[in-house]
């Protein structure tokens, strides 16, 4: 007993003092469907108390892309039962949908997905049910969640940056209000945006037009109308 307790200990330890606790924090977020609690929490707070030098952030990095990783193998396994759900004839309809997919097409638009900060559970259900393999989606998850996980940890620490240049030494809650308020705010802004109307416009000119039109449809100006 006593031998169990020093163990325990000792790796309640570790945690505190390592990114561990990233990982598995990161994999009990994952491993839920349609889990509301932001990705970028746990990784924030980290930054904040404890993230030092690059060997700090390079194993936050892979710590956190690890658990993403198991975490959506568990989502993975949802869609199993989910195959059970589905009718035979609309699994076979499903399975063979994918099939008419080229294999790199569909494995580059799997990484897109599964390497940007949108949900997709609901991504991984369909794929199993459509008898995507397991192993070839770790092929696929592995890089995709580094790069995730770079993004994630880069934003937090871009914005704890910028806060400590623009307020000092603010407290932890401050940070993490003022993070919780800008992603909101870029949530928001990704949902006003026409991104029909960006296209077009980068078709055309390039990265100056969509970018100006993408200001437009975020923030729009209303002119002020000539009397009569």
């Known amino acids: 007993m006593i031998p169990l307790l020093i163990g325990v200990r000792m790796f309640l330890r570790v945690l505190r003092r390592t990114p561990l606790w990233l990982f598995f924090i990161t994999l009990a977020i994952q491993s839920v469907p349609f889990n509301p609690i932001p990705n970028y929490l746990p990784?924030?707070?980290?930054?904040?108390?404890s993230a030092g030098g690059p060997l700090g952030l390079i194993s936050t990095v892979i710590l956190s892309a690890l658990g993403a990783v198991l975490g959506k193998l568990v989502v993975l396994k949802f869609g199993d039962w989910l195959k059970?759900?589905?009718?035979?004839?609309?699994?076979?309809?499903f399975k063979k949908l994918l099939e008419m997919v080229p294999e790199d097409k569909l494995d580059l638009a799997v990484f897109a997905i599964a390497a940007s900060p949108l949900p997709d559970d609901e991504v991984y259900l369909l794929l199993r049910a459509g008898d995507y393999s397991a192993r070839r989606l770790i092929a696929v998850l592995?890089?995709?969640?580094?790069?995730?996980?770079?993004?994630?940890?880069?934003?937090?620490?871009?914005?704890?940056?910028?806060?400590?240049?623009?307020?000092?030494?603010?407290?932890?809650?401050?940070?993490?209000?003022?993070?919780?308020?800008?992603?909101?705010?870029?949530?928001?802004?990704?949902?006003?945006?026409?991104?029909?109307?960006?296209?077009d416009a980068y078709k055309i000119g390039g990265f100056k037009p969509a970018a100006i039109t993408a200001l437009k449809s975020i923030i729009p100006i209303r002119r002020a109308k000539p009397r009569a």
């Open 84 to 93: 059970g759900l589905m009718p035979s004839r609309s699994r076979e309809a």
């Open 43 to 49: 990784i924030a707070v980290y930054v904040a108390r």
């Open 142 to 199: 592995l890089p995709a969640k580094l790069v995730w996980a770079s993004v994630h940890i880069a934003y937090a620490v871009a914005t704890y940056r910028a806060v400590k240049l623009i307020a000092g030494d603010v407290g932890f809650w401050t940070y993490m209000a003022f993070i919780s308020a800008l992603t909101f705010a870029l949530t928001l802004a990704a949902l006003r945006l026409d991104w029909a109307a960006v296209l």
